[in-house]
């Protein structure tokens, strides 16, 4: 199909509410490493991933040698019954977590295992109220629309009782008018009051993104969660660290975001980069939590014996190549160059992120920090046209999202940055 017939069958055929990027949409045909080609053969350099999605690149040939061998071997079966790629899997995470994290349960997708991390929290602590923060995104599902704290991403008006969404750690837009670090963690300690006058003061659990990933890859202070999960646990309250933009070495360094801020969870959802784009979802637990699940319970889809396999690749991958370092030293390299770009344009309010996670808002005006929404439909504009697909998020739709492979090169890293240069350059005018 040309990218004509393409556009016209999904206008006819798919959900109207399922978005496209830009005024006219760009049908892809195929990806390697971390370049994607439309169906008339263009170039583009991926600094998006799927949204952070293809840890590896695309069709990466270790990995998917090893997805052809299992599919000529066992393609399914449901958690019905057990299969080596699924404890292996199961195996080879409970290595790398953090803490005491040793139980996994696998689901198809990030929105589920979001999800199953709450039934779990809730069935182990027998309470049903749970926090959630503001710029947060959890997923589809009613409850977890319910939890994302977006009004955009909500499409019903009757929410789910019992969530409450705390105050966000956003320092470039603090709700508090206050400066870190003379505000004294002030929004983590809000969590206190918010427990005490909005809940029975018995909470299941509290869950948060590392860095918030929709939101805009809100970056908290360093402090943040020790102050948070302690209040929560205090309050008898779970912590589930909600990882599925996060982890798998995202952040530079470590498996994990939440290792960054020395907290350790109790439940940990995890998706999107795990399998190198083939759909898997994972809620780990300590044994401790995860015994208390005592019901009946399947996934027809999860733990996959083909998703397993590629999941275990992936992970096998990312260690071997020796990309936790290469996830930092390249993040750092990107870094460098957005904070120039900052510096050049007063159109960048503020840049944040770690490692391959990182982040450009944009505003009118930077004692105003009006949201700056024409400018990034148009600076959109300019990127696809050079050739650069990207991301963008926060709660005005006003916040660049930068996520290249894991592998990503330091010449594509400055490539990158050099058609992001030129469309700033196009959009504020200056040569």
């Known amino acids: 199909m040309d990218a004509k017939e393409i556009r016209e069958l999904h206008k006819k055929y798919l959900f109207p509410a399922t978005i496209n990027y830009y005024k006219e949409s760009l049908p892809l045909a195929r990806g390697k ?19 952070l999605t293809v840890s590896l ?32 899997l199961a195996k080879t995470l409970a290595d790398i977590a953090p803490g005491e994290l040793e139980k996994s349960f696998f689901t198809g997708s990030g929105t589920e295992a979001d999800e199953t991390a709450i039934m779990l929290a809730k069935v182990a602590t027998g309470r049903n109220e749970v926090i959630a923060c503001r710029h947060s ?56 009051e918010l427990i005490e006058t909005t809940t029975t003061g018995k909470v299941a659990a509290f869950i948060c993104e590392p860095i918030f990933g929709v939101g805009g890859f809100i970056t908290p202070p360093k402090e943040y969660f020790k102050v948070a999960v302690d209040i929560v646990r205090k309050a008898g309250g779970l912590f589930i660290a909600d990882e599925v933009q996060t982890g798998f070495g995202r952040t530079g360094d470590k498996w994990w975001g939440i290792e960054h801020w020395g907290v350790e969870p109790d439940i940990m959802t995890m998706a999107k980069g795990i399998a190198n784009g083939i759909p898997m979802g994972a809620t780990m637990a300590t044994n401790e939590v995860a015994e208390k699940w005592v019901a009946l319970t399947i996934s027809t889809f999860g733990g996959n014996p083909v998703s397993s396999t590629a999941a275990k690749a992936t992970i096998d991958a990312i260690d071997k190549r020796g990309l ?53 439909a148009r600076l959109f504009e300019e990127t696809r046209e050079r050739g650069l697909p990207i991301g963008k998020g926060g709660l005005y739709g006003n916040t660049i999202r930068v ?29």
């Open 137 to 192: 995104y959890s997923g589809r599902t009613h409850l977890n629309q319910s939890m994302t704290a977006h009004a955009a991403w909500r499409t019903l008006p009757d929410q789910i009782p019992g969530i409450k969404h705390a105050v966000a750690p956003y320092c470039y837009r603090c709700p508090l008018k206050l400066t870190y670090p003379s505000c004294d963690l002030a929004c983590a300690k809000d969590i206190q």
């Open 324 to 376: 936790l370092k290469n996830a930092r030293v390249q993040g750092d390299r990107l870094r460098a160059r957005l904070e120039a770009l900052k510096d050049r344009y007063p159109l960048v309010g503020d840049v944040r992120g770690m490692g391959l996670m990182q982040a450009l808002e944009l505003v009118e005006d930077r004692k105003t920090k009006v949201p700056a929404k024409t400018a990034i």
């Open 33 to 51: 490493g971390s370049y994607l080609y439309d169906t008339a053969g263009r170039e583009y350099l991926d600094f998006f991933g799927g949204i």
């Open 57 to 88: 690149g695309h069709c990466d040939d270790e990995v998917n040698a090893k997805i052809k061998e299992q599919n000529d071997t066992l393609q399914h079966c449901s958690t019905l019954y057990p299969t080596a790629p699924i404890v292996a």
């Open 403 to 431: 996520t290249p492979a894991l592998n990503v090169k330091a010449e594509e890293v400055d490539r990158a940055c050099d058609i992001l240069d030129k469309s700033f350059a196009a959009v504020t005018g200056r040569s």
